[in-house]
């Protein structure tokens, strides 16, 4: 009887120290996860609102949101009396050893929130960057997935990307199409030029701003080369540069012009007879 009245008497004494606490721990728990799902969905609402792009917005909130989570746990350790500080400490200490541990995969991290900050590029650009190129699919926290020409998908590690030298081809409002055209040194060069100039002209696609530019750039060891560099939409450049090949080969083999190849001649001499 004595021992069920001990045990009566402690778990009273227990509930009464810690079922408030613990009550309102719980309590605690779900209005921070409540409220921290709030703040998320509140921050992405702002973000759109303010036209942030998209590739940003749900990093943003879901730093928003762990955050709050964040603040909850350390509110709750309060309230059953564990110090904090200590608990912070403790916290730095491990994740100094996760971070050497992971310095790769951190510095892939800290390239990707760089990437998201500082935008050198957004999903559908076409960019060349950590050493291969196509359109971005997707820029994540730790890799950038790219779908290259041949409709291959590539993940690269955002480190790579931001650590190398980024080409943005899409981010910019025209570019220039450089094509050198090869003539015989028998042609005239100056018919040649209007035959290239007038196919350039009579492609919609070629912007009348910068005027297109065809002049002699070098004497070759089979030709007279010739530089053409019409300008024209980041869309169309494909397509214009596979078009004007065609186009100015045909035109200037029907205004007479030839295109020639690489070619060599040999002279034999005639060795002179013995002497008898």
Known sequence: MDNTEAIITMI?????????RVVGAIAVLILG?????????WSGRLLRKSKTDETLIPFASNL????????????VLGIFGIPTASFVAVLGAAGLAVGLALQGT???????????????????????????????????IFTTTLNKP?????????SKVYGDTISNYS?????????????????????AIEVITRVVKADQRVLASPEPQVAVCEMGDSSVNLVVRPWCLPADYWGLKFELTRLMKEELEAAGCSIPFPQRDVHLHQAGSNAA
């Not at 996860?33 to 969905?41: H, P, S």
């Not at 928003?64 to 509110?75: D, E, W």
């Not at 800290?110 to 997707?138: H, I, Y």
């Not at 409709?151 to 590690?157: E, S, W």
């Open 12 to 20: 009273t004494q227990l509930v009464s120290t810690w079922g408030l």
């Open 33 to 41: 996860r409540i409220a921290a799902g709030m703040m998320r969905g």
């Open 64 to 75: 928003v949101y762990y955050l709050v989570i964040a603040f909850v746990v350390i509110a």
């Open 106 to 140: 951190l510095s892939s991290f800290a390239a990707g929130v760089m990437l998201l900050v500082f935008r050198p590029f957004k999903k559908g650009d076409f960019v060349e960057a950590g050493g291969t190129s196509g359109t971005v699919q997707e820029i994540g």
């Open 150 to 158: 041949d409709n291959v998908k590539v993940v690269v590690p955002n």
């Open 171 to 191: 981010d910019i409002e025209r570019r220039r199409v450089d094509m050198v055209v090869g003539i015989s040194y028998g042609d005239d060069i100056g018919t």
